[in-house]
């Protein structure tokens, strides 16, 4: 069965710092992969996805980037936080239109 | 419809009452959606999804009702518990490799 992780569950991490995101799917080959943004008490905001190794597409301008290595391995990033990055990131890859979601990082940018 | 910016929407039922909970889609084009349950701190698990081609799709104690000539999708919970408490997201397949989430809902059970 096809199973996603994504790490850390929680960071804190100082406004100008760096930052580094990993999610690993398990189970499936060349999978759609997708990072999401959730503010406290808003929607799901769509910030890139990716079809293939080496293709990113971004959704929204911002302060992150995400990059993925290879097949099974989708990476958010950031050179320097800002406050504004503070949010639940949610990463997912979907088979055949159903996404399905990692348990999500909850990053608080101080 | 996308949700970004937007406060979510709450519903507060009775536990043991029927929930209805709705959503605005914007693209005539999608032909797949889904509903989406999302616990404090977790991230979304898929409830129930129905395709362009049908208009009612049931699971356990839950009904997706979709009617494209007003691009509305509702699901309906039955008999509402306290595990149901939680945010609830329709999603569409636009299909260009996107999932299009609306606002969501949060439901709140009273006992």
């Known amino acids: 069965s096809q199973t996603i992780h994504q790490w850390p569950a929680t960071l804190v991490q100082p406004v100008g710092s760096p930052l580094s995101l990993e999610c690993t799917v398990e189970g499936t080959s060349n999978p759609n992969l997708y990072w999401y943004r959730q503010a406290a008490g808003r929607g799901l905001q769509l910030l890139f996805y990716s079809v293939g190794i080496g293709q990113i597409s971004s959704e929204v301008p911002q302060n992150l980037s995400a990059s993925r290595p290879q097949d099974r391995q989708f990476i958010l990033s950031s050179k320097k936080l800002l406050l504004s990055d503070s949010g639940f990131y949610l990463c997912a890859w979907n088979l055949r239109g159903q996404a399905f979601f990692g348990q999500g990082t909850r990053l608080t940018v101080v | 419809g996308e949700s970004v910016g937007l406060h979510l929407p709450t519903l507060s039922v009775q536990e043991g009452d029927n929930s209805i909970i709705n959503c605005a889609y914007s693209?005539?084009?999608?032909?797949?959606f889904i509903w989406y349950k999302q616990e404090s701190g977790k991230g979304p698990q898929f409830i129930i999804d129905?395709?362009?081609?049908?208009d009612k799709r049931q699971g356990q104690r839950v009904t997706v009702l979709l009617n494209k000539t007003v691009k509305h999708l509702s699901l309906q919970i039955a008999a509402t518990q306290p595990g149901d408490s939680a945010v609830y997201f329709c999603?569409?397949?636009?299909?260009?490799?996107?999932?299009?989430f609306g606002a969501g809902t949060t439901v709140t059970v009273r006992a």
């Open positions: 693209n005539s084009a999608s032909d797949y």
């Open positions: 999603a569409e397949d636009t299909n260009d490799y996107k999932l299009s």
């Open positions: 129905i395709r362009s081609n049908m």
